[in-house]
């Protein structure tokens, strides 16, 4: 019998292998335990968005409704009740008018987002040079505070989360 000459073999060994994939394995796993809290942070990104947008939105809402010039009833909407600046104060029709952009939206009234609520403040601006007790008062400051449920980690809903937004609108 002769023998033959071993040539070197290079490669890897079954121990370097499982040490190998033992490793990957790890930094996957410390990965994987990521994810959820990434996930919960972008849906919290999604839900603030989303309340910023729903104030906005209000907002203008009460913006269009101080620029319109219905003044009275009519037979013919938007006109039916009256609109402008000046009803855009507590006890104004831009509060009691069904569907009027000041009214406080609850949960599960506004179309489409039933885990928001929608809440509205105006006060007139005590800084337009008006003594209290005067009017008209000229400016009026708009606040629309949209609350929200927040996702945690394990995809529960909990309440406490809010956008703030306030504006100053003003009778030219």
């Known amino acids: 019998m002769t023998g033959f000459c071993r040539k070197e073999e290079s490669g890897f060994t079954l121990v370097e292998i499982l040490v190998a994939v033992f490793i990957l394995m790890i930094g996957l796993v410390a990965v994987m335990q990521w994810f959820p809290l990434g996930t919960a942070g972008v849906e919290s990104g999604r839900r603030q968005s989303t309340g910023v947008f729903l104030a906005e939105?209000?907002?203008?809402?009460?913006?269009?409704?101080?620029?319109s010039v219905c003044t009275g009833?009519?037979?013919?909407p938007p006109c039916a009740v009256a609109q402008g600046f000046g009803t855009v104060t507590a006890g104004g029709s831009c509060f009691t008018a069904a569907g009027?952009?000041?009214?406080?939206?609850?949960?599960s009234t506004i179309p489409g987002y039933p885990e928001y609520q929608r809440t509205v403040t105006i006060t007139d601006d005590l800084t337009s040079g008006n003594p209290p007790g005067t009017a008209p008062w000229t400016r009026k400051v708009v606040r629309v505070q949209v609350q929200y449920r927040r996702v945690t980690a394990q995809s529960v809903l909990t309440s406490g989360q809010q956008v703030d937004f306030t504006t100053l609108i003003a009778q030219h």
């Open 57 to 67: 939105q209000k907002i203008e809402q009460i913006k269009a409704w101080a620029l």
């Open 73 to 76: 009833p009519a037979s013919v």
């Open 100 to 107: 009027g952009p000041c009214n406080n939206d609850n949960y």
